[in-house]
């Protein structure tokens, strides 16, 4: 019989195991990356295309095409390809990302021979039908006018163009972006980015040879395109800008998003950097939650992230305070950040944030998409395997003596870039 009174042992994660996908080529050459797993006839498929093209005069190019390619084809409909993709229990999700964008089916093996040719036609004769096209305009800038007036995100919008410029990681989205857009610009960033050698397949589900014949049959043969286009790759110097105040007059809550460029994934710094970010504001129970929602009931949540993109990586720390408490809740991040600078951390609470890293790692890892999703992390970062290995290790090793020096290393709030949208 279970005794409930007593507290169930604690262990540290010892081991966790990765599928390493498959890997294969269609007859045009297009990469495939199978995790063949699960129990469930269940298979999702996934298109990823490396952002092309960039163009700051037109930032909306690729975030629009990602969003209408399933609105419209030379045989389908929006309706028709949404019907379709309804009567075969499928899902088709798009996905636009700073670095990649993509689409994906999600379908039952059985059903996966009528769901190819749906996808085919989304992804080599997508028109853009101008009246798909003037229903996302208007929706598009009416959502961010709507967005215009959240504190929060007027401090995210600033903060990233403050960071990255114009590039695609920090553009300053106005509503007559939207306005701006043309068909004729969908069709050509459609016809330069949506083409086999900009393209890779990830596949995780139940996948075999037969399955992967289907796909070959589909998108193996028939599918060129020989537009011209350039990946995009972005460089950044290093340029603090100090304290934007954006003032609010009637705000009750003031928006704070503070960060700086910082290291990328690809830096053997980044699995400790994670450690140190975790400890001061990466889950619940870190310092910064601790001290300014728990002690001082400043707000209701506050975190912090080291965010790893292709060609940079930032840290940040984002919350949302009371008016009157704005700027001593600026007081407690800055000391949160200097004890980190100047006092040794105690075995006790490494301890913990070790568990809960482990134990974070080991639950997103529960189905073949999430191992599929791991590993297109590392494959668009060109890393291995060992970077998941070394994460580990680090995890389970560093020393509070690192972490502080980890600390004076990348987290000199002199060199931020600090957001206050609201009062002060």
């Known amino acids: 019989m279970l005794n409930r009174t007593l507290i169930p042992e604690s262990r540290q994660v010892n081991e966790i195991n990765f599928i390493a996908p498959k890997q294969q080529e269609l007859a045009n050459g297009i990469k495939?990356?199978?995790?063949?797993?699960?129990?469930?006839?269940?298979?999702?498929?996934?298109?990823v295309f490396e952002n092309v093209n960039w163009d700051e005069s037109k930032p909306l190019q690729a975030i629009?095409?990602?969003?209408?390619?399933?609105?419209?084809?030379?045989?389908?409909?929006?309706?028709?390809?949404?019907?379709?993709?309804?009567?075969?229990?499928?899902?088709?999700?798009?996905?636009?990302?700073?670095?990649?964008?993509?689409?994906?089916?999600?379908?039952?093996?059985?059903?996966?021979?009528?769901?190819?040719?749906?996808?085919?036609?989304?992804?080599?004769?997508?028109?853009?039908?101008q009246q798909e096209l003037d229903i996302f305009k208007q929706n598009q800038q009416q959502s961010l006018k709507v967005s215009l007036q959240k504190n929060d995100f007027i401090a995210r919008k600033n903060f990233a163009h403050a960071i990255f410029g114009t590039s695609t990681y920090g553009s300053d989205?106005?509503?007559?972006?939207?306005?701006?857009?043309?068909?004729?610009?969908?069709?050509?960033?459609?016809?330069?980015?949506?083409?086999?050698?900009?393209?890779?397949?990830?596949?995780?589900?139940?996948f075999e040879q037969a399955e992967f014949d289907l796909l070959d049959a589909s998108f193996g043969k028939g599918w060129n395109n020989q537009a011209v286009s350039k990946v995009n790759e972005f460089?950044?110097?290093?340029?603090?800008?100090?304290?934007?105040?954006?003032?609010?007059?009637?705000?009750?809550?003031?928006?704070?998003?503070?960060?700086?460029?910082?290291?990328?994934?690809?830096?053997?710094?980044?699995?400790?950097?994670?450690?140190?970010?975790?400890?001061?504001?990466?889950?619940?129970?870190?310092?910064?939650?601790?001290n300014i929602r728990e002690d001082k009931g400043y707000t209701y949540g506050i975190g912090s992230a080291i965010v790893s993109m292709k060609d940079a990586g930032y840290f940040f720390i984002a919350t949302e305070v009371g008016a009157d408490v704005c700027t001593s809740a600026l007081n407690e991040i800055e000391k949160e950040i200097d004890l980190l600078k100047t006092e040794l951390v105690t075995e006790?609470?490494?301890?913990?944030v070790r568990s809960y890293m482990l134990g974070s790692m080991l639950g997103s890892l529960e189905n073949a998409f999430s191992h599929?999703?791991?590993?297109?992390?590392?494959?668009?970062?060109?890393?291995?395997?060992?970077?998941?290995?070394?994460y580990i290790k680090t995890v389970k090793s560093i020393t509070a003596e690192e972490l502080k020096a980890l600390a004076n290393k990348y987290l000199n709030t002199a060199d931020f870039t600090k957001v206050v949208v609201g009062k002060k």
Request: charged residues 20%.
């Open 64 to 129: 629009a095409v990602n969003h209408l390619i399933n609105n419209g084809t030379a045989k389908l409909t929006a309706k028709e390809i949404a019907d379709q993709v309804d009567y075969y229990g499928a899902f088709l999700q798009t996905e636009y990302g700073a670095d990649q964008s993509s689409i994906k089916i999600y379908t039952l093996n059985k059903h996966l021979q009528e769901v190819l040719p749906i996808l085919w036609s989304i992804l080599n004769e997508s028109i853009f039908p």
């Open 348 to 352: 006790e609470e490494l301890s913990l």
């Open 235 to 290: 460089s950044f110097d290093f340029s603090p800008k100090g304290e934007i105040f954006i003032e609010r007059p009637d705000a009750i809550q003031s928006a704070i998003r503070m960060g700086t460029l910082s290291i990328n994934r690809t830096h053997v710094d980044f699995a400790g950097f994670q450690v140190m970010n975790c400890l001061l504001g990466g889950y619940f129970g870190s310092r910064l939650m601790a």
């Open 32 to 47: 495939v990356f199978t995790v063949n797993a699960g129990k469930q006839e269940l298979v999702r498929i996934e298109f």
């Open 372 to 390: 599929a999703d791991k590993f297109k992390n590392i494959y668009y970062s060109g890393l291995g395997y060992d970077y998941y290995d070394n």
């Open 173 to 206: 989205i106005e509503v007559e972006d939207y306005q701006a857009i043309e068909r004729a610009d969908l069709v050509s960033y459609f016809n330069a980015a949506y083409k086999p050698e900009n393209c890779t397949i990830f596949v995780a589900g139940k």
